[in-house]
């Protein structure tokens, strides 16, 4: 247990399909993340959430929408997806004193391993 | 603005020694390691920080040439279980970027 929690593991979906992903960590951590990790790609941020409010969306499609309902929980919700945005999603934490200061390390979730048919 | 690592890849004999080195182009703030088991998350094992010293884990420690903007992590006396994939991760200012991993492999 890396005290993030990501749900599904495994999602498969049609590009037409509406599906939701799921974090949840209960570390006292104020800042999460979405991470996509693809194969032989270097990990590429997605999302941030400070405090609750969106700090960074890295130039990501509209097919992907993030939602952090409060400091413990965070959604990315998939639309019309493509056969390429299959990858391992991972969700992170960290403990940021403020915008601007150090990160003291992330907690990584198990990911959800997304396949788009 | 991301972190070049190296080597991409190595084999080791339990008990060799490595060095897995993350160089970055720009000032660096602190620089994080992570160790990622096939099928796991990354796990954070330790982070650097700028104008501090040189930090251990068990027998896996780091070091941070601030001048250079580089890092090196250190396995020692390697065992099976640091077989994984290794990231650096890179703060510079408010950007945090994370390195291409180098797969570390550890044979008996």
């Known amino acids: 247990e890396t005290g993030v929690t990501q749900t599904p593991r495994h999602l498969v979906m049609g590009m037409t399909n509406k599906k939701s992903l799921k974090c949840e960590q209960h570390?006292?951590?104020?800042?999460m993340y979405w991470y996509k990790q693809s194969a032989k790609k270097p990990l590429e941020l997605m999302f941030v959430?400070?405090?609750?409010?969106?700090?960074e969306n890295n130039s990501v499609p509209s097919r992907f929408s993030p939602e952090c309902p409060n400091s413990s929980h965070l959604f990315l919700h998939l639309h019309t997806l493509q056969p390429e945005d299959s990858a391992l999603y991972l969700c992170?934490?960290?403990?940021?004193?403020?915008?601007?200061?150090?990160?003291?390390?992330?907690?990584f979730g198990s990911g959800t391993r997304l396949t788009v048919v | 603005q991301q972190p070049v690592q190296s080597p991409q890849a190595v084999i080791l004999r339990e008990g060799e020694d490595a060095v897995i080195n993350c160089s970055s182009s720009?000032?660096?703030?602190?620089v994080h390691w992570y160790r990622q088991k096939h099928g796991e998350a990354p796990v954070f094992l330790m982070i650097?920080?700028?104008?501090?010293e040189q930090k251990g884990h068990e027998k896996i420690s780091a070091s941070f040439n601030e001048k250079k903007q580089q890092s090196s992590l250190y396995l020692t006396a390697s065992q099976l279980s640091y077989s994984g994939t290794y990231f650096c991760?890179?703060?510079?200012?408010?950007?945090?970027?994370f390195g291409t991993g180098t797969s570390l492999t550890v044979i008996p």
């Open positions: 992170a934490s960290s403990h940021k004193k403020a915008p601007g200061q150090v990160n003291y390390g992330y907690t």
């Open positions: 570390l006292g951590h104020n800042a």
């Open positions: 959430y400070n405090f609750k409010e969106q700090t």
């Open positions: 720009k000032a660096l703030y602190s």
């Open positions: 650097l920080l700028k104008g501090g």
């Open positions: 991760g890179t703060e510079t200012g408010n950007q945090f970027y």
